[in-house]
Nanobody, 127 residues
Framework: QVQLIESGGGLVQAGGSLRLSCVAS????????MGWFRQAPGKEREFVSA????????YYADSVKGRFTISTDNAKNTAYLQMNSLKPEDTAVYYC????????????????????WGQGTQVTVSS
């Protein structure tokens, strides 16, 4: 089992920045990849970014590329999502997720691939 706890959400004006954190505990050695997803009111959950745990290879949705940066601190078992140049359309509940499947590299955009989820953290961007 892997437990994930997110933090760092909040209210920010358009153009501002936030950094989300996701602390993992439990069977860390089994992790293959971690992802960030978001869900806005009335919309489906969507992929934001992902990172491979062992070598930090990163992936981004086109909507956040160049504005968001995903990273990890393996010593702290933590994944981060640095969000810059935030827009009102970034408003959503953000979730981190972890996967232990070796096929993760081919399926990281698929939320149903992930085994473990955090509780979510609200990000609100005002115009």
């Amino acid at each position: 089992q892997v437990q994930l706890i997110e933090s760092g959400g909040g209210l920010v004006q358009a153009g501002g920045s936030l950094r989300l954190s996701c602390v993992a505990s439990g069977r860390i050695f089994s992790l293959i990849g971690m992802g960030w997803f978001r869900q806005a009111p009335g919309k489906e959950r969507e992929f934001v970014s992902a990172i491979r745990w062992r070598d930090d290879r990163t992936y981004y949705a086109d909507s956040v590329k160049g504005r968001f940066t995903i990273s990890t601190d393996n010593a702290k078992n933590t994944a981060y999502l640095q969000m810059n140049s935030l827009k009102p359309e970034d408003t959503a509940v953000y979730y981190c997720a972890a996967d232990t499947d070796r096929s993760w590299g081919a399926t990281f955009r698929n939320q149903f691939q992930y085994d473990y989820w955090g509780q979510g953290t609200q990000v609100t961007v005002s115009s």
